[in-house]
């Protein structure tokens, strides 16, 4: 489990404040419904809220950068708040259920990158070889509030069968009018497919 406090960074595009630097705890933390007990978000117009309340990342992803990178990253580099090993997170499919610890969350659609990401990685071009890689990682909602610690296991306790993947979202974000009219069909789908659908559908009409 990883959590960032809001911090001051001239970096940033839109002001001088971001939380994306998240650092690995070692003991037990809650689970809220708006995310990890002490983790911040600096700009709640474009992250967290219900819907985008826990990060996901599979540590494999991170070793797969790392080595296309050449240099070591560290649990929470991502701003991720669970980093995860033995998951394949990114083949996920929205409405996804896990079980993490004693909460219960929901994968509601994929990490897109941002100005902040490119400038804490330092490097040009980062935005489009992280999104041309399409290991985004999974946004989460919580469905039942609980807490965590580093080693508990995650249970996948439900799946819906006519769902699309976390990399498919991905897609269907980018402009897959087929896999997005797919996302807006399903029950419970995070108000910003709605955003993103009349940004996708309108621009094809």
Known sequence: MNVGEIDVAPWVPSGEYTAIDK?????????RWLGLDGDEHADAEHHGGRDQAVYAYAREDLDWWAAQLGRELRDGIFGENLTLTGMEVNDAVLGERWRVGSALLEVTGPRVPCGVFRNWMGL?????????????????????????AAGDP???????AQSVTVTESFRAYHGDQDLLRRILALPGHGAKWDTVAERVLRSSA
């Open 124 to 148: 040009p071009g980062w935005v489009r070889r992280f999104t041309l890689a399409e290991r985004t990682g999974a946004h989460l909602r919580v469905l039942e509030e609980g807490d965590v």
């Open 154 to 160: 995650v249970t996948v306790e439900h799946r819906p």
């Open 23 to 31: 650092r690995p705890l070692a003991s037990r933390v809650a689970v």
